[in-house]
């Protein structure tokens, strides 16, 4: 089992920017690629990114890129995703994600074999 736990979110101002924190216990960390998602209310979870277990490689949605970057630190088993320029439109609650295996699918939730509880940003305007 890998028990993730988000923490940093919070309001923010448009344009503004954030850093949410994913650790993770219980299993080896950098065994897995770590991705991030969001959901908006009602809307379904979709990913944001995904970082692979070296930290070498990022994948990124279009709505972010540019905009977010996605780091690890395997020493501290944490996972981190920044996010700059923030906007309205990026209000969710976010969620990391961990994969034993890298995701053949990126946006697929079910290639994730552990979630965290989420975090929740909110954006003004």
């Known amino acids: 089992q890998v028990q993730l736990v988000e923490s940093g979110g919070g309001l923010v101002q448009a344009g503004g920017s954030l850093r949410l924190s994913c650790a993770a216990s219980g299993r080896t960390f950098s065994n897995y690629a770590m991705g991030w998602f969001r959901q908006a209310p009602g809307k379904e979870r979709e990913f944001v990114g995904v970082?692979?277990?070296?930290?070498?490689?990022?994948v990124y949605a279009d709505s972010v890129k540019g905009r977010f970057a996605i780091s690890r630190d395997n020493a501290k088993n944490t996972a981190y995703l920044q996010m700059n320029s923030l906007n309205p439109e990026d209000k969710a609650v976010y969620y990391c994600?961990?994969?034993?295996?890298?995701?053949?699918?990126?946006?697929?939730?079910?290639?994730?074999?552990?979630w965290g509880q989420g975090t929740q940003v909110t954006v003004s305007s």
């Open positions: 970082i692979s277990r070296s930290g070498g490689m990022g």
């Open positions: 994600a961990a994969a034993l295996r890298w995701p053949e699918n990126f946006t697929y939730i079910r290639q994730y074999d552990y």
